[in-house]
Every structure is written in structure tokens, then in C-alpha cells.
């Protein structure tokens, strides 16, 4: 099965498709630029989901639904967002299939013209705020802690699996406040939230960090962001949290009257995470055998294989084994599957749970039961070890922590190995193309230089890190006093 | 608050609006037929999708997504099927916009038109089965149990929050088997699940039964569907689950090698329920107050309202005992909220919690207090007693299991109320006009007699009852022979 992997030195771009077409997270589809998400991603997803959802519950926020489709007009009221997001989308025209005059099959019917085409969201602002509008009028009204769960469209030519689709999954929060500092503090909030989802549960690292006014969301006044470090040296933007000023209140007419009865324009922000974080932690974990899935966020933790035998008296005695164990690991809150199908041998079954990424696979057999013991492989490390039966379940239990630490500890590593001080051009160039990583490096701060260096090298600034030391320096391309190092990357 | 509902006497479809809008349910959106499904709403939509996504999990089923979009052509393969749903949809024909060269705003881009229009999923057997050619080639393959939760969009021309709307939220079970037998197994299973979710949880009494061919899915051979009856008289379809036969695999040339090695057509089912189901929910249970919700599904189960006394140690009393009783209940499961907000009277506080339909309302005043006692109001009834708060934890949820039970035995003391026998075509049209509710007729099995009773009456055939007794007689309309009787109503 691991053969069919091509390995990450071999071709990493392949080796990507490689893992998340063959461990069942994903499929082309008949239409160009969607997928589809299999059930083992997809199941990935809903963990993914479900930790984030209760995040953003403990926060205080609710779950709320607004409509698809976004009036083209909508899309046209806040300048910059426009310019960012009305190009390449879906639009919808007509409302009406007719049979062909012609023969076979179906036509657009001319007649069902809409007179105002619709877009197909690729991010909500816009629709909300319009609705926001009649949701408030008050202070008391105020604050409005709402996220939503849904897809979007954004029309890409080139696209990945998870990384970059036209279709993809996200939750995006739209809060409404009454000052400008309690934005200020609902952006870092939830900036802050997804760099815990990202380093607690899916073991990545994230620098914490914020997006230059170039490479800020169309809307924005401030995009925070979080950044990741993939297995290939290129970064990855993992989440976005913005504060949005009073943009998309002038635009669609939010005022509410404060408790001094003055009017005033409403503080935004918007805040969302992806489909696209699968992709990350493919790259973030996985090695030429398949995929590596952290135990916290894994649809399925513990795989329990037996090795058949033959004589029925050993054959019960590895079926009770099993049974106890997975009742016992269950009770733990732990994720467990007892593979007892008898038309696939165990080599296939190790590599296909490896291919999967499984965090713990055990291994029964008659000879190790004899002995009181059963066969315990950790998939991050590969290291297979002889397990006392008595007190399995909690050896188990600190495995998964074990593994759970062990992954972040290595991309941590990975991080800090690949992270350079460069303070010349030429060591930046030499830099980025023979090690890749994070380079931390002076700048001068100006667009221009920004835009002249992602010419020249297709390196972006990835953020300015928070809590960023100021340090006098030059710009790397311009020589230009800088006060602050910034992180460049080449990025996905 | 009570004032501004419409009484369900005066204008039941008014009623219904007003309830949905007041209660926090949904808003109208600025997109025509399309509504924001607000947080109270939501919630209430997370915990049926909980329970079902559960329901589902248990008897096999798993997670996956398939693309938002449809490509025209794949409408029109199966002959039913495009008859069905190709007709009313939004349809994709352009993927970008531009400036106006003539000023303001965007403008479609004429160069950017589809070479194929994508439609918008109207329900997604289409591009499934499309993908599931590639997932089976062998029975080893099958069964394929999947299902999603996702948006879909069907133009509709007169729409009603949550019962009609073009874009809704739904599942959409899509299995594949390698017989008959289990497809229509798959098929019947489902139905049941819906139906034990609707009375269990929705505390909705349904009928299961078998559509006629005239009201069967486009493309399904056989459509069994749960009906339940409104507080109007009127069916609601609140769940249908489709045996497709080979129809789909046919269309698509999904294909499989069984035990002996013979190719085959795969065999089809498909089902799901919408957030239609809030709809019917709402018409079920909810009175000229407002909202009445079961406990099993309500997004809060029980409110404590402090009558605020202004002697500090009574204040201190209530907060005591209001904690005390929020932990127990949360240490039992039950979901519950102090509102502590002293910014609003606790008269307006009880509207607003009965207009959100919480089934469970205690109200903490520092008189009952000394006596040891709390006011304990149902929802369902509006009956209020005076309970002692020694054991009140445990007399809540008692109450909340008698308020789940009452509401059901009510709905279906309505239901068999208003199920009419009837034996003759005047008394048939007589009882359509006066009392209305379900008609057990007699009918002579043709689709031109049932598509002329309902052009006289639109009563509509609903369903066969499964299970249904054999019973000689004769059709209501035309007198012919009839084997057994067939429930009509009008519908939503």
C-alpha cells in the first residue's frame, strides 16, 4: 500500500494528493475545482468542528444561518471589498431550465432572467450587515456574537485538494460591537482561539501574527492571522480574525443609538477557519507511509487487529481480549474499533490503518495472549512495543497523550530549525531557496518594497508577529531604517 | 408581548408567521425566498441535526460532502429525475464580474460564461451516483452508507418560512446495496428512524406510509414518506425516504461484480428531512402565546427568573438558591439559563421566554423563598404550582418528561379527532370544507381519479398507511372497486 505513496523527496506536491486521495479524505469531482470529502475526512472535519464549535459557544457566540446568495449590488457598497471579492465568483442569472426545442436534454430558459443576478457567497459580510441593520438599534442590542457554519464559492483557476478549492467548507464569525477597543479585543480573542484549536489539537505550531495592509482582508482596517510552517518549508495561513472598524456599518447603514442617546456606526469583526486546515495538517504531520492524524481530533483513535488463529479456544480467548479492551478504552472516552473481518489478512489491515492515519493500532495474537501481552504500534513514531495485558487501557490512554505531545514537539522542532535571522538580500535569496522556513528579516515597512520583493523571490510577508520586539535595523532590500523584523515565507 | 401574535382563529397563516418572526426563530431575508435562520432557530435546528446525525451513526451510516453545484447535463440522465427537478433552480452561468465601464458597481463579464451551466443542487442523487461509479466495482464495495447535511436551493415562486423557502438546510441519506431486498430494507429503516425521531423527539405523532405513484420522487421507484396533521387540519410530509431500484445506477453506469462474479446494477435508496421539520413543529405544538417547544429538543429547557428584591440578604437568598438549583440541573443533564439581567421586569421576562416556547419557567421571589417554595410554570399548559425546593431538582425533571409526554399525547388525541372514515363523495367534500384532517376513503387506484379529486378539492392523497387493513369498497369519486382505503388531506 505505502508503495503506492510517492515519497515526500521524490515529489511533495505529489506526495500531498498522494494522501489525501489514498487514506479516503477526499475526491475530485465531476465539477471542476469542487471535491469530494470522503468519509474519513470528513469525519475529520466534524471532530474539527465540534472542538471549534464548543470554543466558540464558551466564548459566548451562537450559530445563526443567512442565505447563499448575496445580491451583485451587495457586493459593490464596501470599496475595498469589492475589489476583493466581487471578481471571481458564481453568479447566478437565470432561475429556469426548459426541455431543449432541439432535442435531448435541457436548456437555460431566456425567459427566467433574473433582474438582479445573485452571487453565490464567497464570504458573508455583506449579506449580514444588511441584515444587522434591522437587528439593531441600541446598545442594548449590542454585542452580536454570531457564527455561522456553511460553504463558499470563490472561483479559482488553479486549485488543490483542501488547500484551494472553488468550493469549500469554513465557519465565519460576524460580531457587531459598540465601541472600537471591544472589537479590538473580540478580533484577539478569537484570533487567540483558533492558535489554541491549532497548537492543542491539531499539534501545529502558529506564529500569532498581523497581516501588512497589502495582504490585509478586502474590508479590513486590521487582519490577525495565525501561521504554520509545512513540512516543505512553505508557510501557510491557517486563520484569519478581523477587525473590520466601521466599514461595513457605513456601507450598509448600522447605526445604534449609545446610552448618552448619541448615534453612532457599529464596530465589526469577522473571523474564520477552513476546510483548508485539513490540508495543513496533512502537511504539518504525515510521512510516506500515509497520513499521521493527532489522537485529539482523529475519528478513530485506536484500531485493534487480530491476528487470526484457527484453534476456536484461541480464537475466543483473542475475541474476549478484544472485547474487554474496547469496552474498557470506550468507558475512557476513548475511540475504538475492533477490525475482526476475516476477508482481509493483517498486513493489509496494518497498512491500510497506517495509510489512515490511526494514531495506536494493537495487535492480538495467540502466541502474545499466552504471554499476557499484545502488540502496541504507535503510528507517529512507528515504534512497536510488547504491551502487559493488565493495565493496557490505561497504557493506551497515556499513549495517546504521549503521541498527542510528541507531534507538536516535532513540528515545533521543524519550526524553530527552519526559522532564520537573514539581515542581507543575498542571504535571503540563498536562504529561502536552499533551506525555505520563516525568515525573520528587516523591512521598511512600505508597500512597494513588499510587493518588489514577492516579484522578485515569491516570498510574502506572512505577518508581523504580536508581541514583536522592536529592534533598529535595514531593510533587506532597500537598506531603509526598519524598527521591527517581519516574517517572510513563500506560501500555499 | 402576547398582543402582537395574530390568534390562530383570526388568521392562522398570519399565527404562524408571527410566531416564527416574534419568537426568534427566522427573518426574511433580502434575497427573495430566502430566510436567516436566527440563533433561537438554529439552535433548535443543532439539536434535531444532533439527534438524527446520532440516529444515523447508530444504524451504520457516515459523514461525507458532495460539491455544491450540479453540471446541467447530469440533470437529464435520468428521465424522471430531470422532469422532477431540472425545471425551477438557480443556475450558474457566469464565474466572474467586473467593473461597469459605465460607472458604478459590477457587472457580469460576458467572457466569463460556462461552457456548461452548473446548477445549483437541488437534491444530489445526480452528482452521488455520478461519484459513486468510481467508488464501486465489486459487493466488497457495497453497502455504501452515506449521508449529508447540506444547503440546497429550489426556485419556489411562493415560499413560507421554513415550510417553502428556495434555499433550505436538510440531510440527504444516499445508499447503495447489492440487492433488492436490502435497498428497500435501507429504505423502510430509514422511514422508521424519522418516524421514531419525529414522535420521540418532536413529540409528532406521523403516519407511515407509501406515496402514490402521482406523488412518488422523481426517480424513486417507491416513496415512503411520515405524515403528521397541523392544528389548521392540514398534512404536513415531514420526511420521505425513496427505493430508487437501479434507476440512478442505470443513468450513471454504476456497475458491480457480485459473489459470482456476474456484473449488476447497483441498488439505490435515498432520504431526508429539512428544516422543514421546525415548520411542522411550530404548527404542531405552539399556541396564541407563542412558541411551544418539547423538552427533548428545546435549545433551553428551563428558566430561572429572579424576582429582584432590593434587601440585599433576600437578593443573596434567591442568587444562592438560583446557583444551587443551575448546578443540579446541569450536574442532570438539563439545559438551563438565570437570567439575572436587571435591566428588564420579570413580567417581561415570562412573555419573552413563553414567546421562545422554554418549556419550563421558575421564578425565585423572596416571599416564596421564606416558605421555602419556588413557582414552577409549564409552557405547554400554563399551568403554575408551588413547589418546595427540597427536591425541586428532581420535580423539574419529572416535569419536563410529563410536558415531553403531554404535548405528544395531545397531538395525537388531535390527530385521531380529526381522522375522518368516510364512505360517500359529498360527505368526503363536506368534511374536507368543515373540519378538515386526515379522510380515510376508499379509492379506485388510478392517478386520474386522484388527480381529479384533488382539481376539485385539492385533497391530495398522502399516503397508504403501511400496515394498512385490506377492506373492500368503493372509490369515493367513481365508485369502482376498491381494495382498501387511502388518507387524503390538504397539505402544506
Same sequence: chains 1, 2.
Avoid at 469554513?170 to 472589537?183: F, L, M, P, V, Y
Avoid at 530549525?417 to 529561502?432: A, I, Q
Wanted: glycine content about 6%; charged content about 25%.
Amino acid at each position: 500500500m505505502s508503495k503506492e505513496i510517492t515519497s515526500r523527496a521524490t515529489d511533495y506536491s505529489q506526495w500531498y494528493n498522494d494522501i489525501v486521495l489514498k487514506s479516503g479524505l477526499a475526491d475530485y469531482s465531476a465539477v471542476k475545482g469542487c471535491m469530494v470529502i470522503k468519509p474519513h475526512g470528513f469525519a475529520l472535519w466534524e471532530n474539527m468542528r465540534d472542538v471549534l464549535d464548543r470554543m466558540f459557544k464558551d466564548t459566548g457566540h451562537q450559530n445563526a444561518y443567512f442565505p447563499l446568495f448575496i445580491p451583485k449590488s451587495f457586493l459593490s457598497r464596501e470599496a475595498a471589498h469589492v475589489e476583493g471579492f466581487a471578481k471571481e465568483c458564481a453568479v447566478v442569472t437565470h432561475y429556469r431550465l426548459k426541455n431543449d426545442p432541439n432535442g435531448g436534454g435541457v436548456v437555460v430558459d431566456p425567459e427566467a432572467k433574473l433582474e438582479e443576478e445573485l452571487i453565490v457567497r464567497p464570504t458573508s459580510e455583506t449579506i449580514i450587515w444588511n441584515t444587522y441593520k434591522d437587528w439593531i438599534q441600541s446598545y442594548r442590542d449590542l454585542p452580536i456574537l454570531v457564527n455561522q457554519w456553511a460553504n463558499v464559492v470563490r472561483w479559482e483557476m488553479r486549485t488543490r485538494l483542501f488547500l484551494r478549492t472553488t468550493e469549500f467548507l469554513w465557519q465565519e464569525g460576524h460580531t457587531a460591537h459598540a465601541t472600537r477597543d471591544e472589537a479590538i479585543e473580540e478580533t484577539r480573542q478569537m484570533l487567540e482561539v483558533y492558535a489554541r484549536f491549532a497548537e492543542e489539537y491539531m499539534a501545529v505550531p502558529v506564529i500569532r501574527g498581523v497581516k501588512t495592509a497589502n495582504e490585509r482582508f478586502a474590508g479590513a482596517e486590521d487582519t490577525y492571522c495565525i501561521e504554520a510552517l509545512m513540512q516543505d518549508g512553505k508557510a501557510l495561513q491557517a486563520g484569519t480574525s478581523h477587525f473590520l472598524g466601521q466599514n461595513f456599518a457605513k456601507a450598509f447603514d448600522v447605526q445604534f443609538r449609545d446610552k448618552q442617546n448619541n448615534l453612532d456606526y457599529v464596530w465589526a469583526t469577522s473571523w474564520g477557519v477552513s476546510t483548508r486546515l485539513i490540508g495543513a495538517l496533512v502537511m504539518a504531520h504525515s510521512d510516506d507511509q500515509g497520513l499521521v492524524l493527532p489522537p485529539r481530533i482523529a475519528p478513530l483513535q485506536v484500531v485493534i487487529v487480530p491476528i487470526m488463529s484457527k484453534d476456536p479456544a484461541a480464537q475466543a480467548r483473542i475475541n474476549e481480549v478484544a472485547d474487554k479492551l474496547t469496552a474498557e478504552l470506550r468507558a475512557k472516552g476513548v475511540t475504538v474499533k475492533y477490525d475482526n473481518d476475516d476477508t482481509t489478512r493483517p498486513g493489509w489491515k496494518f497498512a491500510e490503518y497506517e495509510m489512515k492515519g490511526i494514531p495506536v493500532r494493537v495487535a492480538l495474537g495467540a502466541r502474545d495472549l499466552e504471554n499476557n501481552v499484545a502488540e502496541v504500534a504507535r503510528r507517529d513514531t512507528g515504534v512497536k512495543s510488547s504491551v502487559q495485558l493488565d493495565g493496557l487501557g490505561d497504557h493506551i490512554v497515556t499513549l495517546l497523550d504521549d503521541i498527542q505531545s510528541e507531534l507538536y514537539r516535532r513540528a515545533l522542532e521543524f519550526r524553530t530549525t527552519n526559522t532564520h535571522r537573514v539581515d542581507t538580500w543575498d542571504e535571503f535569496v540563498k536562504v529561502l531557496d536552499e533551506k525555505a522556513g520563516f525568515i525573520a528579516a528587516h523591512w521598511d515597512g512600505t508597500g512597494e518594497t513588499e510587493e518588489k520583493i514577492k516579484e522578485l523571490t515569491k516570498a510574502t510577508i506572512r505577518c508581523i508577529p504580536l508581541n514583536n520586539p522592536a529592534e533598529e535595523g535595514s531593510c533587506i532590500l532597500t537598506g531603509k531604517p526598519s524598527s521591527q523584523r517581519v516574517l517572510f515565507a513563500r506560501a500555499y
